[in-house]
């Protein structure tokens, strides 16, 4: 029997309903998980390793809140070189895996006023400017379940906390956008850039999975402030919300467990 054959067996055992897509600086998240397996992307048919600081490509099996819980620590981005069948492998492994409710997670560009670096936006849809078309594209909110938005904004109005729910624009990278790409995305109605998330999310729902999505904004988007951006800045500014989206998994984990 195979490693993948193994932790697949695995997981069946436990039965997972949620899975969580870590994007890059959020290695850590969610801080209370107690592993019980793993397996690294490259030993997974269909899917390989990430080649982008900040995802050690490995799907860890655990218990977060009580819950089974699988997480992905990583995925795999269309600037990588990859083609889109590719990057939709991550999602794919999820809903073979059996898990019914997936959060996806990025690291973004904040553009609305209100979102600074550490702040958490949940997407209430996107502008899919990954294709040749994408400037024609209007905004999509079809993809992302109202009933977890609610619920998430539910939770955190209970911890004393307000999340903006937005929209990502998704853009194919992986140089930063310029200062004029983000005024023409600004007029389009996003409210924070990134360069994931979009196309994982259409395939998930496409796959029957309910899905969610999270970004950690680690700076403000180019043009906006002062400066050049850099991955190093991602990185660091990823963690500083690190603890607050381990307690959104939870919610969703002790949420579910109610139903």
Not at 88 to 107: D, H, S, Y
Not at 238 to 250: G, L, N, T, V
Request: hydrophobic share 40%.
């Amino acid at each position: 029997m195979s490693t993948f054959q193994t932790f697949t067996a695995t997981v069946r055992a436990h039965s997972p309903r949620l899975a969580v897509v870590l994007g890059s600086g959020l290695g850590s998240v969610p801080h209370r998980f107690d592993e019980i397996t793993s397996v690294p992307f490259a030993e997974v048919p269909g899917l390989i390793a990430p080649s982008v600081q900040g995802h050690s490509g490995k799907i860890c099996l655990g218990l977060c809140a009580g819950q089974p819980l699988l997480v992905f620590r990583g995925r795999l981005h269309f600037y990588e070189g990859h083609a889109w069948d590719k990057v939709a492998g991550p999602i794919q492994t999820i809903a073979r895996l059996g898990a019914k409710v997936l959060l996806l997670t990025n690291a973004a560009g904040g553009i609305h006023d209100e979102l600074n670096p550490g702040d958490l936006m949940v997407l209430k849809g996107d502008l899919f400017l990954q294709r040749r078309s994408g400037c024609k594209q209007p905004v999509r909110t079809g993809p992302y379940s109202a009933r977890l938005i609610e619920q998430i904004q539910k939770n955190e109005r209970e911890r004393g906390r307000k999340i903006l729910a937005g929209v990502y624009a998704a853009v194919t990278g992986p140089c930063y956008e310029t200062p004029a790409e983000i005024r023409a995305f600004q007029a389009m109605g996003a409210d924070a850039v990134g360069m994931s998330t979009a196309f994982e999310a259409e395939t998930a729902a496409s796959l029957g999975l309910e899905v969610a999505a999270i970004s950690c904004i680690t700076n403000k988007a180019a043009g906006l402030v002062p400066g050049t951006l850099n991955h190093a800045e991602v990185l660091v500014n990823a963690h500083k919300p690190a603890e607050r989206i381990s307690e959104i998994i939870e919610d969703l984990l002790t949420s579910k467990s109610k139903e």
